[in-house]
């Protein structure tokens, strides 16, 4: 029979407890403490004493083993306030045998470090939050339920393709989670940690009803709002293409395909076509590929992103999504000039739909149209799959990115992200620590930027 953990008050009570316990023993008379193997054993008790601090504090913070993660620093820093303040007491306070010493702190640290380590590594194993449902092949509504895009003769997004949410959980740490109170709608989401994501670093989530059923969308709305409250996450996250947004501050752009690229090719306006033709004149060269590219396309990308004061998403994700997107289509264009890597386009496709993810071009070689001429192959592309609808990503209404996207008769696709609770602090808006970024050299520049970008979806 498993054994159920103790509640979170039980752990707050106990650490508490814990703490006075402490912090009165540090200050008793050394004499206390002089007698038999505990003379030679004091620093190795400051470890020990500090590791259950340390413990115990996590488990108060919460049952969730991805948000122990994100308090982790905190717990540590709170048993450093701990030691130091207790070495500073025991120096400055007339207690009999009680002096600070430097090797007494930096065990205490050592000790709390392997309490936090311990508790990651061994309590880390199953979300106990009671969310995630596990459903069989012998449930119906696994079979019954359709990907939901509230758009006509779109039947699925890239989001909908079932090894997605693992890549992304399995690229930056966190869990998979698989929500579906009822048999009517499901909705596949990443925990974070802080907050439940549908889905991270992608325009789309991934909910699936039972025959279109688009009553199904306003009960999964409904039901999120209250997730935050009912449950304690930090925040709630679903992002949708949604026809019936007016007011947005993101948008796809999305463009019909044609059946071949002549037919494709003939819908584009003259400037448009002069414009593509023109790359190639230029001597601008695609090619297209997977994993022996990927080198070339991060290089570029990573560089691109850090002119924009973005960082970029870390090479093994794109490692990830190119072994793990089965089934379906993940690959790379590139393209050159005299053989130099100046753009480049990571893309993925799942039952028709196609989208261009993340794109990137050199700002110096931009006068030579490279982003018409990869646009151009990879709709060509896209055509020669069978599929019907590209995207091109998404972008600031009005913006010059929209504008650009507009030549190539696209449509409109307003993108709502319903946030619960709607977020204070954006670190999009933190502005200084793009200046800090862009200071750092390119290789340690780049570390910083990824981890900045894992939080920034």
């Given at each position: 029979m498993?054994?159920?953990?103790p509640s979170?008050r ?36 400051h470890?020990l004493?500090?590791?259950v ?12 083993p ?47 470090a392997?309490g ?8 880390y194993r ?6 995630t449902v ?20 779109i039947?699925?997004?890239i989001?909908?393709h079932?090894?997605l949410?693992?890549i ?5 740490g966190?869990?998979?989670m ?23 670093h992608f ?11 688009d009553?199904a ?7 999120l ?48 076509g ?27 990308y ?8 973005s960082?970029?998403?870390?090479k ?11 089934d ?18 990571f893309?993925?496709s799942?039952r028709?739909?196609y989208e261009?993810?993340w794109f ?15 646009h ?11 599929c ?15 504008q ?10 307003p ?23 862009k ?19």
């Amino acid at each position: 029979m498993q054994l159920k953990e103790p509640s979170r008050r039980i752990y707050m009570f106990a650490t508490a407890v814990y703490l006075l316990i402490l912090s009165l023993l540090f200050l008793l008379p050394r004499e206390a403490f002089s007698q038999g193997i505990f003379t030679y054993l004091v620093s190795y008790l400051h470890a020990l004493a500090y590791l259950v601090l340390a413990w115990l504090a996590l488990a108060a913070l919460g049952r969730c083993p991805l948000r122990w993660r994100s308090v982790a620093p905190w717990v540590f820093v709170i048993a450093l306030a701990h030691a130091y303040w207790m070495e500073f007491l025991q120096g400055a306070l007339p207690v009999p045998g009680r002096q600070s010493s430097w090797i007494d702190l930096a065990a205490s640290l050592l000790g709390a470090a392997g309490g936090i380590w311990l508790r990651l590594r061994f309590a880390y194993r199953s979300c106990n939050c009671g969310l995630t449902v596990h459903k069989t092949d012998s449930d119906a509504s696994v079979h019954t339920m359709q990907p939901h895009t509230s758009h006509e003769g779109i039947p699925s997004l890239i989001t909908h393709h079932p090894a997605l949410p693992a890549i992304i959980a399995r690229t930056f740490g966190w869990k998979t989670m698989e929500l579906s109170p009822d048999a009517q709608w499901r909705l596949s989401l990443v925990c974070t940690g802080k907050s439940l994501v549908s889905l991270p670093h992608f325009s789309y989530g991934a909910l699936f009803t039972t025959n279109n059923n688009d009553e199904a969308v306003e009960k999964a709305e409904s039901w999120l709002a209250r997730m935050h409250f009912d449950k304690g996450f930090a925040g709630i996250e679903w992002r949708k293409p949604d026809p019936g947004t007016l007011n947005h501050h993101k948008l796809a752009s999305w463009l019909r395909l044609e059946p071949t690229m002549e037919l494709q090719f003939s819908s584009f306006s003259g400037n448009l076509g002069r414009k593509i033709r023109k790359a190639s004149r230029n001597g601008l060269v695609t090619v297209q590929g997977g994993k022996e590219l990927l080198n070339d396309f991060y290089s570029v990308y990573a560089r691109h992103m850090r002119t924009l004061g973005s960082g970029a998403l870390p090479k093994r994700f794109f490692e990830n999504m190119l072994a793990g997107y089965t089934d379906a289509y993940a690959g790379i264009f590139l393209v050159r000039l005299n053989g130099k890597v100046i753009g480049g386009a990571f893309n993925l496709s799942y039952r028709g739909f196609y989208e261009n993810g993340w794109f990137a071009t050199l700002k110096p070689y931009q006068r030579l149209y490279p982003s018409y001429l990869l646009h151009s192959e990879m709709i060509a592309h896209a055509i020669s799959l069978g599929c019907h609808t590209y995207s091109f990503g998404r972008s600031t209404p009005g913006g010059g990115v929209h504008q650009f996207k507009q030549q190539w008769n696209t449509y409109d696709v307003p993108l709502t992200w319903l946030v619960f609770p709607v977020p204070t602090v954006h670190l999009r808006h933190q502005t200084w620590i793009r200046k800090i970024w862009k200071l750092l050299p390119y290789p340690l520049g780049n570390k910083f930027g990824n981890y900045i970008a894992k939080w920034i979806y």
